[in-house]
């Protein structure tokens, strides 16, 4: 699934446009992805009873991961890049991930075994990539089950769960 990271430079066309449009502080972009993170989590766990949260809950990821991927570009259009912008973008990140997966872990959807190894696989993944840049390697986003990868898999495969009915 490593493959959506190679996207990342056909994307940024996608991206850097809507940045320039948007006058909004990176932090706060990135705030606001945590708050539709939180709300997909929510969406997620009630989504057992009621399956249309199923959408609404992939949409919600969908702004969540769409919000994390512009904020960055914001930052850096803007010339306001910095370490503590970095650090408060991944921090997000890794609450939007407890936020999302957690709504999905609490609810009947998922056993609990498999939820703590999902939470512990991904907490790890996303901690070796930000670990090498701290030692001062490259940023590391690919791997097994990237935030890009995870992001896709939890935007489509609630679609096509309540579409096909596969409840």
């Known amino acids: 699934m490593k493959m959506l990271n190679r996207w990342r430079d056909r994307i940024d066309g996608i991206i850097e446009p809507v940045a320039r449009k948007m006058n909004v502080e990176a932090n706060k972009v990135s ?11 929510i969406l997620f766990y009630f989504s057992y009873e009621h399956h249309i949260f199923l959408v609404f809950a992939s949409i919600a990821t969908l702004a969540n991961g769409f919000l994390d991927a512009i ?22 990140d890794r609450f939007s991930d407890a936020f999302i997966i957690g ?8 056993g609990k075994f498999v939820a ?20 001062g390697y490259k940023r590391l986003y690919s791997g097994i089950l990237g935030r890009a990868d995870r992001l896709a898999i939890l935007i489509f495969s609630p679609f096509i769960q309540y579409f096909t009915g596969k409840i």
Request: hydrophobic share 55%; proline share 2%.
């Open 103 to 110: 709504g999905i872990a609490a609810s009947p959807w998922c």
């Open 71 to 92: 904020d960055g570009k914001i930052a850096r259009l803007r010339k306001k890049a910095s370490m503590k912008g970095d650090f408060i973008d991944h921090a997000i």
């Open 31 to 41: 705030y606001a992805s945590l708050i539709f993170a939180f709300i997909a989590g």
């Open 116 to 135: 703590i190894s999902a939470m512990a696989a991904v907490l790890i993944v996303s901690y070796m990539g930000t670990q090498a840049q701290a030692v």
